[in-house]
T-cell receptor, first 114, second 113 residues
Framework: SQQGEEDPQALSIQEGENATMNCSYK?????LQWYRQNSGRGLVHLILIRSNEREKHSGRLRVTLDTSKKSSSLLITASRAADTASYFC??????????????FGQGTILTVHP | EAQVTQNPRYLITVTGKKLTVTCSQNMNHEYMSWYRQDPGLGLRQIYYSMNVEVTDKGDVPEGYKVSRKEKRNFPLILESPSPNQTSLYFC????????????FGDGTRLSIL
């Protein structure tokens, strides 16, 4: 089942602007991950945040996690046209029968205009 | 270069004709899994493997088989493909499956007529 809900479904911005995507989930998690997918290609791992972490940075990416609200956000600063892609959050449940399974949200389509 | 390699990348075939999608990783990862991606349904796990000879079902295993005889390979087998298995398939691997990022292949687009 798809546990993650992402918001917005689509986001269109100009180069240089910041892009913020949000993700909500339903069950207790071990960790939450963000992935990028260019059209028709494989998913590329961006960042992993553990359930006991609140914020993580990687280059122009900043991820926050609020386990009390069961939500996460991905901020891309100073966006570039090359950031145009679909972005997915995925959770790994704290317990369950499927070890290591990523449960994906529906994704946010980000378009960055030059 | 560290990578997950899937073959074929594209396949059009007919109902009932057995097919295998291969997946190979060169990172000595213990954990491997298969996902399918469908419009409106997103990505769903089909099967996973925690190590050689250890496999288990994901969310949508019906109609699929897997095997893990070697650490690097994790083929997905469709014994009798049907049109509802038309989809984009991804193989993924990670060091341990727990608190580790997963590395995805480029995908295999299957069309079952």
């Amino acid at each position: 089942s798809q546990q993650g809900e992402e918001d917005p479904q689509a986001l269109s911005i100009q180069e240089g602007e910041n892009a913020t995507m949000n993700c909500s989930y339903k069950t207790s998690i071990n960790n939450l991950q963000w992935y990028r997918q260019n059209s028709g290609r494989g998913l590329v791992h961006l960042i992993l945040i553990r359930s006991n972490e609140r914020e993580k940075h990687s280059g122009r990416l900043r991820v926050t996690l609020d386990t009390s609200k069961k939500s996460s956000s991905l901020l891309i600063t100073a966006s570039r046209a090359a950031d145009t892609a679909s972005y997915f959050c995925a959770t790994v449940a704290l317990w369950g029968t499927s070890y290591g399974k990523l449960t994906f949200g529906q994704g946010t389509i980000l378009t960055v205009h030059p | 270069e560290a990578q997950v390699t899937q073959n074929p990348r594209y396949l059009i075939t007919v109902t009932g004709k057995k097919l295998t999608v291969t997946c190979s990783q060169n990172m000595n990862h213990e954990y491997m899994s298969w996902y399918r991606q469908d419009p409106g349904l997103g990505l769903r796990q089909i099967y996973y493997s925690m190590n050689v000879e250890v496999t288990d079902k994901g969310d949508v295993p019906e109609g699929y088989k897997v095997s893990r005889k070697e650490k690097r390979n994790f083929p997905l087998i469709l014994e009798s493909p049907s049109p509802n298995q038309t989809s984009l398939y991804f193989c993924a691997s990670s060091l341990s499956g727990d608190n580790q990022p997963q590395h995805f292949g480029d995908g295999t687009r299957l069309s079952i007529l």
